[in-house]
């Protein structure tokens, strides 16, 4: 009896963990989402037009949202992608206080910005250079619906 506890309690909290795992992505999908509307009607269409700064917010938005997507599909954490919305927050940051920023504040931010975009590089040449085959395929499989996207 005390064996099957056990294995009744497994299942419980491996539900109760992936519950929970789905529960968190579906509130942190729902409050991007409600978030970029809200930026979208209220702030960006009460203006004339859309600036740099509107325009690089709602790819932030986008990035968010599709790491969001891609950790619910492959139950993987797409961390190049954290490093491409700190690239776009910080280009964003300097379209908008340019005029303010001194020379020095501005190389440190483009500084930050080419690490990044080292560190992405060499994370995508890491995970396609020392991913083993299994690893590659089932990447494919999970991101890809087999019905209208084609991932090579």
Not at 21 to 33: D, E, K, M, P, R
Not at 71 to 77: A, D, K, Q, V, W
Not at 106 to 124: D, S
Request: aromatic residues 12%.
């Amino acid at each position: 009896m005390n064996k099957q506890l056990s294995i009744w309690l497994g299942r419980f909290g491996n539900f109760a963990v992936h519950s929970f795992h789905l529960l968190g992505l579906f509130v942190i999908g729902a409050t991007i989402v409600w978030s970029a509307i809200h930026t979208y009607l209220y702030e960006i269409m009460s203006k004339p037009y859309a600036t740099l700064d509107d325009i690089l917010l709602l790819f932030i938005y986008l990035e968010l949202g599709a790491m969001v997507g891609i950790f619910f599909r492959t139950h993987r954490l797409p961390v190049i992608f954290l490093l491409f919305i700190s690239m776009t927050a910080l280009t964003r940051y300097l379209a908008i206080d340019l005029k303010t920023l001194d020379d020095h504040k501005i190389l440190t931010i483009v500084a930050a910005i080419l690490l990044l975009a080292i560190a992405a590089f060499v994370l995508r040449v890491g995970e396609t250079r020392y991913a083993s085959p299994h690893e590659q395929m089932s990447a494919r499989e999970d991101i890809s619906d087999h019905k209208t996207t084609n991932i090579s």
